[in-house]
């Protein structure tokens, strides 16, 4: 009965392995009919592939680095900008981005993902924390110098010098905002811009005019007062910029007196650095003149240097003015001690280089037939007049015209 019970009772387990091992066969049998159809090209594919493509032959070339082209044609805006303003960073995509498509929040950064500035320029500015930071400035790398967001306490950062030279020269420019006459980085203006014959500023060149013909003399703008010139610098040149009312006689007056102030030399000649009056001693050495002679002095009778030989004076002007000058002359005259010693030079000679004829104050004291043998030369008998022979005596002067009586001032000494 036992015998009968256990053979009852193993036969579900015999059941179990018997089914387990025809699903094993089964498996194998399906896999390798798979391994067959993989080997023989058979593969089920879906209604939805129509045709399987030829093995393409790119993958038997070596693949070539990214183009500019290729980048270009995802990163458009990049390229266009870099097209327009990139200036000197119009360079190679790959020259920059040696690594690219490497971003991946979390794990590689933004930062770490793009190309650092100091790279290639190091710190061209200085290590100063205000101007480490490139983007401050240069808010996109793709246009390197179009700083939007600049502003004039900015520049400093980075161009110490032209805010170094607006201090050192003080003039109407240091009081200007940098980006007012900057209105973009990198931008020179032209001087016209603000100074024009349209602006009504009396200094500056009428018509057409470059930075060059400003800048020949105004050597900066940022010193535009500290002004230099050859001294072969034409007369016209400087004309052009001095009309306002205190210089613009002084072309006229010069070209109209043809001195050698004129003919011989230019305004640089005597103007060596611009708004200095030179002492008339840089030319005029003390030859023919009285040593001690000051500008001032000859000023008072060369009344304008534009016009030298225009000299006019006053009729008290002391002798030792005119001595200063004519020192022979003086010298004669007063040695000479007669009624002509004590008059003033001016009386005689109202208008510089006159000769007086004598009969202007004496008339003809000898009487006409005296006059007419000496052919009206007094100076057959009395000499120059500086140096008179023969005097008159004291309260004789019956003979002086009523011009003559008023040059009578006084009698020297015997």
């Not at 009285?290 to 008290?316: G, K, W, Y």
Request: glycine content about 6%; aromatic content about 4%; overall charge negative.
């Amino acid at each position: 009965m036992k015998d009968k019970n256990r053979s009852v009772s193993v036969r579900p387990h015999l059941l179990s392995y018997i089914i387990v091992g025809l699903l094993t066969m089964l498996g194998l049998c399906l896999s390798m009919s798979s391994t067959v159809q993989a080997r023989t090209g058979k593969v089920h594919l879906t209604d939805a592939v129509k045709e399987i493509p030829k093995r393409p032959a790119l993958f038997d070339q070596d693949i070539k680095p990214l183009t500019m082209q290729q980048c270009a044609q995802c990163h458009e805006a990049v390229f266009s900008r870099l097209k327009a303003m990139g200036k000197k960073h119009q360079k190679p995509c790959r020259f920059c981005h040696t690594k690219f498509h490497t971003l991946a929040p979390g794990k590689v950064e933004y930062d770490e993902a793009i190309p650092k500035c100091q790279t290639c320029h190091g710190q061209p500015h200085g290590d100063k924390p205000a101007i480490t930071t490139c983007s401050n400035c240069h808010s996109n790398a793709h246009s390197p110098v179009d700083l939007p967001s600049i502003t004039g306490d900015m520049c400093i950062n980075c161009h110490s010098g032209p805010v170094e030279k607006l201090q050192a020269y003080p003039s109407k420019h240091t009081d200007l905002d940098c980006t007012e006459c900057h209105t973009s980085h990198g931008l020179i203006p032209n001087c016209t811009d603000c100074h024009s014959e349209e602006g009504g500023l009396v200094y500056h060149i009428e018509g057409e005019a470059e930075n060059s013909n400003c800048l020949s003399c105004h050597t900066s703008p940022h010193s535009p007062l500290k002004i230099s010139y050859l001294e072969d610098t034409p007369k016209e040149l400087c004309a052009n910029c001095h009309k306002n009312p205190s210089h613009a006689p002084v072309y006229e007056t010069l070209k109209a007196a043809q001195s050698k102030h004129w003919t011989e030399i230019t305004c640089a000649s005597c103007h060596d650095e611009h708004g200095i009056i030179p002492d008339c001693s840089k030319c005029h050495d003390s030859d023919g003149h009285r040593a001690e002679l000051q500008t001032v002095d000859c000023l008072r009778c060369h009344n304008n240097p534009h016009e030298p030989m225009n000299i006019s004076f006053s009729p008290e002007e002391p002798k030792a003015v005119c001595g200063g000058c004519h020192t022979d002359v003086y010298q004669d005259l007063m040695a000479s001690n007669t009624r002509h010693t004590a008059q003033t030079c001016s009386f005689c000679h109202p208008v510089h280089g006159e000769i007086p004829t004598c009969q202007k104050c004496h008339t003809v004291p000898h009487g006409q037939a005296l006059i007419q043998r000496f052919e009206g030369n007094c100076g057959d008998c009395h000499s120059i007049a500086h140096s008179v022979q023969g005097k008159a005596k004291e309260g004789q002067n019956t003979t002086l015209t009523d011009f003559g009586k008023q040059g009578v001032l006084t009698v020297p000494a015997k």
